[in-house]
């Protein structure tokens, strides 16, 4: 499937995030030896690497720091052959409050991964960004010349690190590639994300709380989201896409509203949906009313698709979550 020297080491900055997490499991499967960079706390946790079975977490090397200092991004870069930059703050409400930090752990952070490996002469680069620097559809599917359109701190804010990724490999040849993925669900994700949100009040609750339902995204299953980021590095076409910038997505779109129908149907109780809620919703001009990718440059590059289907991740997803329930609050809404 890949081209690599097997047991290549290798850093994910943000690796007990969501994706993250699902995407050491998967280089640690292709045999490669992974560092993982998680942000520090005094309990020493892991986020969602904690979920990992042993004998995954066993081929791990934990290298808690944070990716605003410069000084320990560059020791944890040293002696990797590539990279996967992860870390971020993701959370768009989040961002409305603190944007100063947003723009701190997403754009400097990004520059500090791209100075070190610079320095250090790092093989390989991905830098992972999001479908929100579009904004809303100006036509679907989205490709990746489509404009892009801050619609919130955070999607300024991972504009901002595409762009000095894509500068430095212009500027100095380092050998990055930016990946767009879409709205990835899937195990171990928390209540910031919709689906989990709705599978947890589904499971437990009469009513689901939701803020605008008429939205489209396009959800793509967390295995297919790691295995793109993996060939993004280690696909035969990954010398190609140096410098270029990359979707990974379904193609297809549904709106919130359908999404908590189909988990509806599969949770089989009677509920109804309490949707437009205040807290809940975003500012009427950055609320981003449809993403859907086009994602033809990853299959002729790397010869990616997607091979979970949104029934089976859903099945999956919401198996996970009535195994996990005291992860959740079902009567909060998490920012």
């Not at 801050?150 to 590639?177: D, M, N, T, W």
């Amino acid at each position: 499937m890949a081209v690599h020297v097997a047991g290549e080491k290798v850093l994910v900055t943000g690796a007990g995030g969501f994706i993250g997490s699902h995407l050491v499991e998967f280089l640690v499967q292709q045999g490669h030896a992974v560092r993982a960079m998680t942000r520090y706390t005094s309990g020493d946790r892991r986020g969602n690497l904690a979920q990992l079975p042993s004998d995954v977490m066993k081929q791990v090397e934990m290298y808690p720091a944070d990716v605003r200092d410069a000084d320990a991004v560059r020791q944890a870069l040293g002696g990797v052959d590539a990279v996967f930059h992860l870390a971020a703050i993701i959370s768009i409400p989040y961002s409305y409050r603190h944007p100063e930090e947003t723009v701190a752990v997403n754009v400097t952070g990004t520059l500090n991964v791209l100075q070190a490996m610079r320095a250090l002469g790092t093989r390989r680069g991905v830098i992972v960004s999001t479908s929100e620097v579009y904004g809303s559809a100006q036509y679907v599917p989205i490709d990746e010349k489509h404009p892009l359109q801050p619609q919130s701190p955070y999607s300024a804010s991972k504009i901002g690190a595409e762009s000095l990724s894509v500068s430095f490999q212009r500027s100095f040849g380092l050998p990055v590639v930016v990946v767009r993925p879409f709205n990835t669900y899937g195990p171990r994700q928390s209540a910031r994300a919709v689906i989990p949100t709705i599978i947890a009040q589904a499971l437990t609750r009469n009513v689901i709380e939701l803020g605008a339902v008429h939205t489209y995204r396009d959800y793509t299953y967390a295995s297919d989201t790691a295995r793109g980021l993996y060939l993004a590095a280690y696909g035969p076409g990954s010398e190609a896409a140096l410098g270029q910038i990359v979707n990974l997505g379904t193609g297809e779109s549904n709106t919130i509203a359908s999404i908590a129908q189909r988990i509806i149907a599969r949770v089989g109780r009677p509920l109804k949906i309490a949707a437009n809620r205040a807290d809940r919703m975003r500012p009427d001009a950055s609320e981003v009313l449809r993403l859907q990718s086009d994602n033809r440059l990853a299959n002729e590059l790397f010869g990616w698709t997607p091979e979970v289907s949104l029934d089976e991740g859903l099945d999956r997803t919401i198996a996970w979550v009535r195994d996990h329930l005291s992860l959740f609050e079902p009567e909060s809404y998490t920012v």
